[in-house]
């Protein structure tokens, strides 16, 4: 059984640019969700795909995208990065029903 | 939506001593609250959680108890050890739906350090 995966692990953007990280379900995992954890903070939920399908998404700005593909792994997208946008990013597979969230390393995002 | 509130931020305990974290929650149709323990540079870990048909779940020295009426949740570590040492997240659900589980809301943190 393999875990959640991600990449890159580090990162350094311009303002303005755009960025795609990238994630790895869990095997058999149906569910991917993204989170945002700025430093000293705990991690806020972005959005989550269920399927291929958007089914939830947190109080983050539309410039804040994502896919998820037919094999459950799936993309998060910033397109005019902010400074505030600096943060580790987290990815966590679940597969619904009475089961929990397991969460990848993350790609730690820096914006100059 | 959902607000979770944890105490204290920042907690120092002597190796062997007991440690307790309180986290509380508004909104009243959560009913899954797991515990993450989160090391330095590492991803968060699930270490523990609970469902709001039980009031308490152990396993080994973490045990967690849920109080629905006041909302609230605590985690308590037995015997602690230096290796107990991290940032210690709660965290609300309201389970899931279908097939999916919905987003999890997350406390602030609590830095636990456990001095040999």
């Known amino acids: 059984e393999t875990g959640v995966t991600q990449s890159p692990t580090h990162l350094i953007k311009t303002r303005g640019q755009q960025v795609t990280l990238r994630c790895s379900s869990q095997?058999?995992?149906?569910?991917v969700s993204w989170y945002q954890q700025a430093l000293g903070q705990g991690p806020q939920f972005i959005f989550q795909?269920?399927?291929?399908?958007?089914?939830g998404r947190g109080n983050f700005p539309p410039r804040f995208s994502g896919l998820q593909f037919p094999n459950y792994s799936s993309e998060l997208n910033v397109n005019a990065l902010e400074l505030d946008d600096s943060a580790l990013y987290l990815c966590?597979?679940?597969?619904?029903?009475?089961?929990?969230?397991?969460f990848g390393s993350g790609t730690r995002l820096t914006v100059v | 939506g959902e607000n979770v509130e944890q105490h204290p931020s920042t907690l120092s305990v002597q190796e062997g001593d007991s440690a307790v974290i309180k986290c509380t929650y508004s909104d009243s149709a959560s009913n899954y609250f797991p515990w993450y323990k989160q090391e330095l540079g590492k991803r968060p870990q699930l270490i523990i959680d609970i469902r709001s048909n039980v009031g308490e779940k152990k396993d080994q020295r973490i045990a967690v108890t849920l109080n629905k009426t006041a909302k609230h949740f605590s985690l308590h570590i037995t015997e602690t050890q230096p290796e107990d040492s991290a940032v210690y997240f709660c965290?609300?659900?309201?389970?899931?739906?279908?097939?999916?589980?919905?987003?999890?809301?997350f406390g602030k943190g609590t830095l636990l350090t456990v001095n040999p």
């Open positions: 095997s058999g995992h149906n569910t």
């Open positions: 965290a609300a659900s309201m389970g899931n739906s279908g097939g999916s589980n919905y987003k999890l809301t």
């Open positions: 966590a597979s679940s597969l619904g029903g009475r089961q929990g969230y397991t």
């Open positions: 795909y269920y399927r291929e399908e958007e089914n």
